[in-house]
């Protein structure tokens, strides 16, 4: 019997030639139309706000964020830590997402339909329902730690 090589590790999985044959036309599609709708002056200012995006990102944004799960990890008891971690990062998005809705950018006077209601009034909702079901989850985590440290014996009242 001869030995075949294992080529199943080599072999690049069908998803993404079906993303590449699918992903690749809608990124030129969009490419050429940012190239065809913005003057050059707009253009150094898209590619200046989008290469500026990835720095900031990746050099402040994603360092934070890496050090606050780190710290949340160290500080907290394992049952918390990943619903703290969630709820942290479902805050973050809320919170960058809603901010021009917050801030107000966009109202013109004598227009009520623009940003017509109390967007921070949304937010912290948002922010309280999210940290509530944090919470829930925290306090089931440590309940179901604590029934089985107690063993099925061990329980009061058994």
Known sequence: ????????????????????VLGAPVVAYGVRGLLD?????????????FAGGAIVHDLVIGPVVVGIGWLVSRKLP??????????????????LVSWPF?????????EASFLPRDYTASVLTVWALVWAVALVVIAGRLLAARR?????GDRPGA
């Open 1 to 20: 019997m001869s030995a075949q090589p294992d080529t199943t590790q080599d072999r690049t999985p069908p998803g993404f030639w079906v993303g590449l």
């Open 37 to 49: 709708a913005l003057p050059g002056v707009q253009l150094r200012s898209f590619i200046v706000f």
């Open 78 to 95: 394992r049952p918390a830590v990943a619903p703290v971690q969630s709820a942290l990062i479902v805050s973050a998005i809320v919170g």
């Open 102 to 110: 917050v801030r107000g950018y966009g109202i013109t006077r004598g």
């Open 148 to 152: 089985s440290a107690l063993g099925a």
